[in-house]
C-alpha cells in the first residue's frame, strides 16, 4: 500500500513539475473569464485587468480559477510599418520625380496614394518628435535638436509624460512594437549608459531597439544600442554597413513574431540615418550613377522639375523657383570642382538607393509572411527638406566644416576615391540641396518655406486603399500620422497613461483622403518655426518670414531680434504651389492677419520666445550635464561609449589628462580617447612607446603626434598629457605636453583646437577605442590597452 501511495505521489509531482500531458481528473473546471477584449476601456493605459471574477475555498478543488485576460488588440487590428529617411528633399526620389532610383517607394506608390503637400517641421529631432506623438515639435519640448535644448517649455528636449508615444500607445493596446534606427529625441545630458532611460525608446513604449542616438552616424562604424546595451557589429566585419545591418535586423524581428505569435500585430517604426551625412554607400551602389549629375547642379534642378509635370505630383502651372544667388553657377565652376561635385551627389544617390532597397528587404519579409494585405505602410521621404549644412563647395568631414575648417579644392580631389567610404565623413554641397528640394526655395532648417518642409510620403493599406496608384494634395502635416494610425488600427486617443492625463493630439487623422481625392481637407491651419524662420498657413495662403541667416551658416548671420529684424513674404499657395510669387506687397492687410494668427499659434504651441541663434545653442554649460560644476573626473576600465555630452569638457580650456597603469613589455593600446579620426584626440602607447594623438579635422595640417622615443618599462607608470590652451577665446591654439612618471618625454603644438564638438556620433572612451581611430595609419579599433588600466584622471586647470 505505501508503495502505491508513493507512486501516486510521485506521479503527481511528475506532473507538476514536468508538465507531462496527461488527462485532467473530470471534476477540474477550465478557466473562465467574464470579460472579452471587445470591453476593455482603451482610453485609459495601461488597460487594468479585470478583476477576479472566480471562486477561492479553502480548497482547490472546491475553487473556481480565473486567469486575467491578455490585453489584446482590435479584432484583425492591422500590423503597422513606419518607415522614415534623413535629409531627402521633394525633388530627390524617382517617386516624386528626382533623379534617385527609389523602387521600393515607387513601388509603394503604385499600391497605395502619394502626397505631395505633406510636411514636416524642417528639422530632425522636431519632426521625429512630432511624428511618433501626433503634437506639434513645441509642444512636445523639440523646438530644436537635442543638442541645442534651451531652457524653455518648448525648447527643453524633455518630452513631457502627457504626450505618450505611438508606440506606448499601441503597446498598451495589444502590439508588439519595435524601433530601427535613429533616435534623435533623447536629451543630450541623458544620452549615456547611465540613463535615466526614459526617453530612450525602451521607455517610450518601444519594446524593443536597435539603433543610434543622435543626429548623425557613421555608417560603416555606428555607435549603435541594442535596447541600452552598447553593441559593436562591425568589429572583425570588414564588409559591415549600417543599413544592410538595421534591415537584416528587423527582417528578424519579423520573421521571429510571425513565427512565434502571428496573430497579434507589429509596429515597427524603420527610420534610417540616410540620407543625412555622413553619405555612405557599398562601392557598386554609388557606380551605378556614375556621370549621371555631369550636367550639374543647375541642369539637374531643371530635369526634375520636368519630370515632375510629366508625372503630375506637381500641377502643370507650377513655376521652377529661382536658383538661390548664394550658389554657384555650375558652368563658372572650374573642372576639378566639376568632378569632385559631380561625385558628391553620385555617392548620395548611391546611399539613398541602397537604403531604400533595403527598406524593400523589410517589405518583402512582411510580404514573406502573408500579412502585406493588412499591413499599413506609411513611408516618409526626409525628415525634412535636403540638407545645405555642407558648405558651397561640400565637405569630406561634415564636423569639421561646422567648427571652421574649410577645405580647398585640392584637398578635396585627394580625397575623391574616398568619397562614401569609411574614410570620410562627406557632405555635398548646399547647391545640390537646393537641386533636392525642386520646385521649391530654400532647404533642411529653414522651416519658412517649403523647401525645408515638403516631403514626399507615400501611404500604402492593400485592405483599404483601392485608388491605387493615387495622388492626394490635401495639406497635412507630420503630426497627422499617429492620427492616422490610430484612426485605422481602431483605437482611441488615450486620455490618460500611466497616471498622466494627456494633451490632446494636435494632429488629425489623414484617412478620409483615402477614398476621395478631391475631398477638402481637414487640416485648416498650421504653423512652421525653427531657429526663428516661421510661416503660417491657413486656407491656402503661407506668410513666410524670408531668412535671416544663410542654413549653411553654423555661426554667425544671425539677429538676437527675430520679431522684428525679419521681413515677411506672402503667398497663395493654392494657386502657387512653389511660392514663387510673393504677393506681400500687393496683400499687405492678408499678410498682416496671418502674422497676426502666426503669433496666436505661437502662444498656443509654446513657440516663444523665439531664437535665431544656431551654432551658439551647442556651447557645453547651456544645458545640464552629468560633468555640471566637476572639475576632476576618474574613470576605469571598461568606461567607453561614454557620449561627449556626458563627458568632461576637452574644448576652450586647459586640462591634464593621467593614466595609471600597469605594464607589461612590448605594452600597447588605448588609455583613453575623445572622437576619433574626423575630430578627436588619444593617449595611448604604440610599440611600447606612449604618445598623444589630436585631431582639429581630418586634414593633415589639423594632425598632430607627439611620441616618446623610449619605450615604457614593465611595470607601474603615470603616463600623463598636459594640454595647455592658449584662451582668449573658442577654438585657439594649444601646445601638449606628453610625461611619464613626472618626467616630459615629448611635446607638440597645433595651432587651432576643436572649438564645438570633437564628434557628432563618437565617444570618450578608456581602455579601448570605438567607431574610427584617430589615424587609421597608427592604429584601428577597437586597439584594447593589453596591461592593467588602473585608472583614468581628468583634471581641468585655469
Not at 88 to 114: H, M
Not at 383 to 395: I, K, P
Not at 751 to 766: A, I, Y
Request: proline share 6%; with cysteine.
Amino acid at each position: 500500500m505505501k508503495k502505491q501511495t508513493r507512486s501516486v505521489l510521485l506521479s503527481l509531482v511528475a506532473l507538476i513539475v514536468f508538465g507531462c500531458n496527461q488527462p485532467q481528473p473530470e471534476k477540474a473546471t477550465a478557466p473562465t473569464s467574464t470579460s472579452s477584449p471587445d470591453q476593455f476601456d482603451r482610453t485609459v493605459l495601461p488597460i487594468l485587468p479585470h478583476p477576479f471574477a472566480g471562486v477561492v475555498d479553502t480548497n482547490a478543488s472546491q475553487s473556481k480559477p480565473d486567469f486575467p485576460i491578455e490585453v489584446s488588440a482590435p479584432k484583425d487590428a492591422p500590423n503597422v510599418l513606419l518607415i522614415m529617411t534623413d535629409d531627402v528633399g521633394f525633388g530627390a526620389s524617382s517617386t516624386f520625380g528626382g533623379p534617385i532610383a527609389t523602387p521600393t517607394f515607387d513601388s509603394l506608390a503604385a499600391t497605395g496614394l502619394r502626397y505631395n503637400e505633406f510636411h514636416t517641421t524642417a528639422l530632425c529631432s522636431p519632426s521625429r518628435a512630432s511624428l511618433i506623438s501626433g503634437r506639434n515639435h513645441h509642444n512636445v519640448a523639440s523646438g530644436d535638436i537635442t543638442e541645442f535644448a534651451t531652457g524653455y517649455d518648448g525648447y527643453n528636449s524633455l518630452v513631457p509624460k502627457s504626450c505618450a508615444s505611438v508606440g506606448e500607445i499601441l503597446k498598451d493596446n495589444g502590439w508588439n512594437t519595435g524601433w530601427w534606427g535613429k533616435m534623435h529625441n533623447v536629451p543630450d545630458w541623458k544620452s549615456s549608459t547611465s540613463g535615466p532611460f526614459d526617453l530612450w525608446p525602451n521607455g517610450l513604449g518601444f519594446e524593443y531597439f536597435y539603433g543610434f542616438l543622435g543626429g548623425d552616424s557613421h555608417q560603416w562604424r555606428p555607435a549603435l544600442y541594442e535596447n541600452t546595451n552598447p553593441v559593436e557589429p562591425y568589429v572583425g566585419n570588414p564588409d559591415y554597413i549600417l543599413d544592410k545591418d538595421l534591415a537584416d535586423n528587423a527582417i528578424a524581428y519579423i520573421r521571429k513574431h510571425n513565427s512565434v505569435s502571428p496573430g497579434k500585430p507589429f509596429f515597427a517604426y524603420y527610420c534610417t540615418g540616410t540620407a543625412h551625412a555622413p553619405h555612405h554607400a557599398p562601392k557598386d551602389w554609388i557606380a551605378k550613377y556614375k556621370g549621371k549629375f555631369d550636367q550639374g547642379w543647375d541642369k539637374v534642378r531643371e530635369e526634375t522639375y520636368a519630370r515632375q509635370k510629366q508625372i503630375g505630383v506637381i500641377p502643370q502651372n507650377t513655376k521652377l523657383t529661382p536658383r538661390n544667388e548664394n550658389a554657384p553657377e555650375w558652368d563658372t565652376l572650374s573642372a576639378d570642382q566639376k568632378k569632385f561635385y559631380a561625385k558628391e551627389m553620385e555617392v548620395y544617390a548611391g546611399a539613398l538607393s541602397f537604403a531604400d532597397y533595403n527598406i524593400g528587404r523589410v517589405i518583402d519579409a512582411v510580404r514573406q509572411t502573408g500579412q502585406l494585405d493588412n499591413t499599413i505602410i506609411i513611408y516618409i521621404m526626409g525628415d525634412n527638406g535636403a540638407s545645405a549644412e555642407g558648405s558651397v563647395q561640400g565637405t569630406t568631414n561634415e564636423v569639421g566644416a561646422s567648427s571652421g575648417f574649410p577645405e580647398d579644392i585640392a584637398f578635396q580631389m585627394t580625397q575623391y576615391d574616398r568619397l562614401g567610404s569609411m574614410y570620410t565623413y562627406n557632405h555635398y554641397s548646399y547647391a545640390w540641396a537646393l537641386a533636392m528640394d525642386a520646385p521649391f526655395q530654400w532647404t533642411k532648417q529653414v522651416a519658412s518655406h517649403f523647401g525645408g518642409t515638403r516631403n514626399g510620403m507615400v501611404i500604402s493599406y492593400p485592405k483599404v486603399i483601392k485608388d491605387k496608384g493615387g495622388l492626394r494634395s490635401q495639406f497635412h502635416h507630420i503630426i497627422d500620422i499617429v492620427p492616422t494610425i490610430l484612426e485605422l488600427c481602431g483605437v482611441p486617443q488615450p486620455k490618460r497613461v500611466n497616471g498622466v492625463d494627456q494633451r490632446p493630439m494636435d494632429g488629425v487623422s489623414m484617412a478620409y483622403s483615402f477614398n476621395d481625392a478631391k475631398v477638402k481637407s481637414t487640416r485648416t491651419t498650421q504653423y512652421f518655426e525653427m531657429m526663428g524662420n516661421r510661416a503660417i498657413y491657413h486656407d491656402g495662403w503661407v506668410a513666410a518670414t524670408t531668412p535671416y541667416r544663410n542654413p549653411w551658416q553654423i555661426i554667425g548671420g544671425e539677429t538676437k531680434y527675430p520679431s522684428r529684424d525679419f521681413k515677411w513674404e506672402l503667398y497663395n499657395v493654392a494657386e502657387d504651389f512653389s511660392e514663387s510669387d510673393n504677393l506681400a506687397a500687393k496683400y499687405p492687410d492678408t499678410l498682416k492677419r496671418l502674422q497676426a494668427l502666426f503669433y496666436e499659434e505661437a502662444k498656443k504651441n509654446h513657440v516663444l520666445p523665439l531664437d535665431a541663434t544656431m551654432g551658439e545653442r551647442a556651447q557645453p554649460g547651456i544645458r545640464p550635464s552629468l560633468t555640471t560644476g566637476r572639475t576632476h573626473f576618474e574613470y576605469y576600465d571598461g568606461a567607453f561609449r561614454i557620449p561627449e555630452g556626458s563627458a568632461p569638457i576637452f574644448v576652450n580650456h586647459s586640462w591634464t589628462l593621467t593614466a595609471d597603469i600597469t605594464t607589461q613589455a612590448n605594452a600597447k593600446g588605448v588609455l583613453a580617447t575623445m572622437g576619433g579620426y574626423f575630430g578627436g584626440f588619444a593617449l595611448m602607447i604604440k610599440d611600447g612607446k606612449p604618445a598623444f594623438l589630436y585631431r582639429s579635422t581630418n586634414q593633415p595640417k589639423w594632425f598632430v603626434n607627439i611620441q616618446s622615443p623610449e619605450k615604457i618599462s614593465a611595470g607601474n607608470h603615470k603616463v600623463t598629457i598636459d594640454f595647455v590652451y592658449d584662451g582668449g577665446g573658442f577654438g585657439k591654439g594649444a601646445n601638449m605636453i606628453l610625461s611619464v612618471d613626472g618626467k616630459q618625454v615629448a611635446k607638440g603644438r597645433i595651432e587651432r583646437t576643436v572649438w564645438g564638438r570633437f564628434s557628432l556620433d563618437e565617444t570618450w572612451d578608456v581602455g579601448q577605442d570605438t567607431g574610427t581611430p584617430v589615424e587609421f595609419d597608427i592604429y584601428d579599433v577597437p586597439f584594447k590597452f593589453n596591461g592593467t588600466l588602473n585608472k583614468v584622471t581628468v583634471d581641468y586647470k585655469a
